[in-house]
């Protein structure tokens, strides 16, 4: 069965700190993996990771997947009050196109 | 372009009662996915819809069930309701015949069974 683990499953900084998001995977035929956050209700689209190695940015936002070793790492710079929020990471199965969700990170950032 | 709209937004219900939760996907988007998520157990995936046929299924009881209409709307129904049934309801579109398979999410619906 397609697995998702997210750590640390909560993690409290201070504004400006840089943090590391991990998650690990076991699927059984790979596509995707997808990074979402989720404020209030409704998460939001961050990355789409398919190729090992190749680094996503988006403004203090970055992502890499490691197709060998199976997970992929979020990190955050500099990191706002804004950037409290669950962060949630998902494979892609290829074979039904289903897509699993680990449990998630419960980020909290202190002034 | 509308995003995903999910009706209603909270719901009250006894135990025992059943609830229709409705969705309404991004314009194009045929498929229409069901999760439901809790402080413990994250996102759990209910089903997928995909121009009216369930393509998948997760482990979810025969209580809980859905459809998909023409214009590619959703509904989900939760029959004899329990009280962990209790939870956060998201409904997620995509297009699947693009690159890009991600999911678009509404706000969800927030079902509290008493």
């Known amino acids: 069965e397609d697995k998702v683990v997210q750590s640390p499953l909560s993690l409290v900084v201070h504004e400006g700190d840089t943090v590391t998001l991990n998650c690990s995977y076991e699927?059984?035929?790979?596509?995707?993996l997808l990074w979402y956050k989720q404020e209030k209700k409704a998460p939001t689209f961050l990355f789409m990771l398919?190729?090992?190695?190749i680094e996503k940015k988006s403004g203090r936002l970055s992502s890499i997947l490691d197709k060998k070793e199976l997970f992929s790492i979020l990190n955050i710079t500099a990191t706002q009050t804004g950037d409290s929020a669950v962060y949630l990471c998902?494979?892609?199965?290829?074979?039904?196109?289903?897509?699993?969700f680990g449990k998630g990170t419960r980020l909290h950032i202190l002034p | 372009k509308a995003g995903v709209t999910q009706t209603p937004r909270y719901l009250i219900k006894t135990r025992g009662q059943q609830v229709t939760l409705s969705c309404s996907p991004i314009?194009?988007?045929?498929?229409v996915s069901w999760y439901q998520q809790t402080p413990g157990q994250g996102l759990q995936f209910l089903f997928e819809?995909?121009?009216?046929?369930?393509?998948n299924k997760g482990n979810f009881p025969g209580r809980f069930s859905g459809r998909q209409f023409s214009n590619s709307r959703s509904e989900m129904n939760v029959s004899t309701l329990e009280l962990g049934d209790s939870a956060l309801y998201l409904c997620?579109?995509?297009?699947?015949?693009?690159?890009?398979?991600?999911?678009?999410f509404g706000s969800g619906t927030r079902l509290t069974v008493v």
């Open positions: 997620a579109s995509r297009d699947l015949s693009g690159a890009n398979y991600g999911y678009t």
């Open positions: 699927v059984t035929n790979f596509r995707s």
């Open positions: 398919t190729s090992s190695g």
């Open positions: 998902a494979v892609e199965n290829s074979r039904d196109d289903k897509i699993i």
């Open positions: 314009s194009g988007h045929r498929s």
């Open positions: 819809y995909f121009s009216e046929t369930q393509r």
